[in-house]
């Protein structure tokens, strides 16, 4: 597990996780295309 802070506050997720997966996993949406 990798930790990772997003807008201030912890998360871990697997190594391996892209950032828009973790923020999805953190229930953050990030508009892609």
Not at 4 to 30: F, R, S, W
């Amino acid at each position: 597990m990798v930790n990772i802070k997003i807008n201030e506050k912890d998360y871990q997720v697997p190594q391996g996780t892209t950032i828009l997966d973790a923020c999805k996993q953190a229930g953050i949406e990030i508009p892609t295309l």
